[in-house]
């Protein structure tokens, strides 16, 4: 069984940040891929593959998408964990999906994320920002995340 999760920051990263904070994170061992968005996918990914895409939102700069093994010792709820680490160790903002536990919203609509603000879990919407790409003409929407109201998060 493999764990995918995506989280998006509040500033651009290197692969060596990326690589520092995950080797934290994961038990010794495990073989760690970071790449950046414009490398060709490895032949071995590893225990954990991350690869650093870039967004068009200056307030939200890059994403990490994670595809990896479900026992990469980042325990039930990874990207949240993830999160946290990478909020406290970094200080920067982070956004990922809405785990069911956390709040009544279907955690597959595209519109809400849990956003990690200043140390604060938050319901946020993503509609209208340049997080959900071009509209069909092309053109791109500017709004900034809305913070919906503060939630209570257990990740670790």
Known sequence: ????????????????HVVGFFEELIPAGLQLVVQPDDA????????????????????????????????????????????????????VDVLCGVDPSVSDVDPSDP???????????????????????PDTDGSLHGEPVELIRPVVVEAR
Do not use: K
């Open 111 to 133: 519109y809400y994320r849990l956003a990690l603000i200043g140390g604060q879990w938050y319901l946020a919407s993503v509609a209208f920002t340049r997080l959900m790409g």
């Open 40 to 91: 060709d996918i490895p032949d071995d990914t590893g225990d954990l593959w991350i690869r650093l895409v870039g967004n068009g939102d200056t307030a939200w700069p890059l994403s990490l998408d994670v595809v990896g093994a479900y026992d990469c010792g980042l325990g039930p709820h990874p990207d949240l964990r993830v999160a946290e680490h990478i909020g406290e160790r970094l200080g």
């Open 1 to 16: 069984m493999t764990v995918m999760f995506s989280i998006t920051v509040s500033r651009s990263l290197t692969v060596d």
